[in-house]
Nanobody, 120 residues
Framework: VNLVESGGGLMQPGDSLKLSCVAS????????MSWVRQAPGKGLEWVSV????????DYTDSVKGRFTISRDDAKSTLYLQMNSLRTEDTGVYYC??????????????RGQGTQVTVSS
């Protein structure tokens, strides 16, 4: 399993940003995928999930209405569109294999992460 995130950066409150995660080494289209994040000094927090086939997606309450998860199975790529960014969205964002609970386990398959900093 190889997951490579990109797209992070230094943003201002209210900005938009789109993260990408290119997957390889496993049948991407057959797996649920999640985004998780880790704020400075805090543990991993599940952010969003999209099922195989894109039949269902879900979000943690703090990002509902602002973030949108999507996937392109032809490109084995997972996306997270983040709008109306807030300072509390600051953290390292990881894409992960699995759903809400499996993606935050210690032994979960996750990428190296991409830093998102929201600051005025």
């Amino acid at each position: 399993v190889n997951l490579v995130e990109s797209g992070g950066g230094l943003m201002q409150p209210g900005d938009s940003l789109k993260l990408s995660c290119v997957a390889s080494g496993f049948p991407f289209r057959l797996h649920d995928m999640s985004w998780v994040r880790q704020a400075p000094g805090k543990g991993l927090e599940w952010v969003s999930v999209i099922t195989a086939g894109s039949y269902y997606s879900d979000y943690t309450d703090s990002v509902k209405g602002r973030f949108t998860i999507s996937r392109d199975d032809a490109k084995s790529t997972l996306y997270l569109q983040m709008n109306s960014l807030r300072t509390e969205d600051t953290g390292v964002y990881y894409c992960a294999l699995g759903g809400r609970f499996n993606s935050v386990r210690d032994n979960a398959d996750r990428g190296q992460g991409t830093q998102v900093t929201v600051s005025s």
